[in-house]
């Protein structure tokens, strides 16, 4: 079924609106008042110049009393009230923001949350098959000992925002860039400004068990994807730890960003193939993304062919090498009633990369037929038919 509302109809008229002038600090302490994770950045006449999200502040390694809040916000798009939810999937995917401005004929008339989106599927009953169809099977963890340094640099350099917490192979808590912001950052900015007296902050090098959420919220990986989005947004998390078997074991992890994706691959298209790059595109010469395209592009084209529809999603993150610049580049192919496999790579250049990741994409896909074959003869079913 054909998902058909529009950005008007999900437009929330309660966001929190911050000047392109105000300091940092002053930022934070609006998002703990109010309780939002971001904002609308505007000038002093009240005109649009971008979002903020608590993501930029924890990255941030200037003084937050004197950086002023333009220079981490990020440019995104007004969204027209007419637009519908795949192209609002699609945007927040492309931008890597939970928020996004809606036009109004005056400047901004509301914006739309990634949970908003996600609940107008949900309580249509729009989102089908199960969680294992969606959830991201590559976790990574970390163990409950390891410092709370290494729990920040994990999130902000594979460019994840939930992070299972581990004892002994057991997920016992989850630490994601809220829960930083609110029990680190935030508290260690307050002390430096002199805000608040007596209040303790949390050294990077304690365990990060000291700043981890609890209790776990986990579903099983064959529950119905809409259940499982649901219990998302009930008890009001962004991610759920999924488990198989008795005892139950962690198989995977399915964030709101697994769930866009999703959304996007729902919508009505010409072809059984897409692709969408997320991240840092930017600069590319027209030769190399030409080239880029025209690769990935035949590289979908041969997966149509053999295994039929899928989507490519590429989020790429430049990083300072040992020498020079290499880019950091995860790949998922998402294939609708098959399951989603995943890759991640580093190259020196944006083409060497997508090389590198597609042929990675295309060992786990063959590796999955091969298993495929080999349950088949022993008789037992196989991943794609338990799904």
Do not use: C
Request: aromatic share 4%; no cysteine; glycine share 8%.
């Amino acid at each position: 079924m054909e998902a058909k509302f529009s950005a008007g109809e999900l437009a929330s008229r309660e966001y929190l609106t911050v000047r392109e002038d105000f300091p940092v600090s002053r930022v934070m302490n609006l998002l703990e008042r109010t309780g939002y994770l971001g904002g609308v950045v505007s000038d002093e006449k009240g005109r649009y110049l971008g979002v903020i999200h608590v993501r930029e502040i924890i990255r941030l390694r200037s003084d937050p009393s004197k950086t002023k809040v333009i220079s981490i916000s990020k440019k995104v798009p007004l969204i027209e009230p007419s637009e519908g939810p795949y192209r609002i999937a699609k945007l927040m995917l492309e931008n890597d923001v939970r928020i996004l401005p809606l036009k109004g004929a005056k400047g901004i008339d509301g914006v739309i949350y990634d949970t908003d989106l996600i609940r107008a599927f949900v309580e249509r009953k729009l989102l089908k098959g199960t969680v294992r169809d969606v959830m991201t099977r590559e976790v990574i963890t970390l163990e409950k000992g390891e410092s709370i340094a290494k729990a920040i640099s994990t999130l902000l350099k594979r460019k994840i925002s939930h992070l299972p917490i581990t004892d002994g192979g057991k997920v016992v808590g989850v630490v994601s860039t809220h829960d930083v912001a609110a029990k680190v950052t935030f508290p260690k900015i307050r002390i430096s400004l002199g805000e608040v007296s007596g209040e303790k902050v949390k050294s990077l090098s304690l365990p990060v068990q000291n700043i981890m959420s609890t209790p776990v919220v986990t579903v099983d990986e064959g529950a119905p994807l809409n259940e499982g989005a649901a219990l998302m947004l009930d008890k009001e998390v962004g991610s759920l730890i999924v488990t198989s078997g008795s005892p139950s074991r962690l198989v995977g992890i399915l964030t709101r960003k697994d769930l866009l994706e999703y959304i996007i691959s729902m919508r009505p298209k010409d072809r059984k193939t897409s692709y969408y790059f997320i991240g840092d595109i930017e600069p590319v010469n027209l030769k190399e993304r030409t080239k880029v395209i025209e690769t990935v592009e035949n590289f979908l084209d041969k997966v149509e062919k053999r295994y039929g529809g899928a989507d490519l999603y590429v989020h790429v993150k430049r990083m300072r090498g040992v020498k020079k610049p290499v880019i950091l580049l995860r790949g998922r192919l998402l294939m609708i009633g098959k399951g989603s496999y995943h890759s991640e790579v580093v190259g020196y250049s944006l083409m060497d990369g997508i090389q590198l990741l597609l042929d990675a994409l295309i060992k786990s896909v063959e590796s999955g037929e091969r298993s495929k074959r080999r349950k088949a003869k022993e008789g037992k079913p196989t991943l794609w038919e338990e799904i």
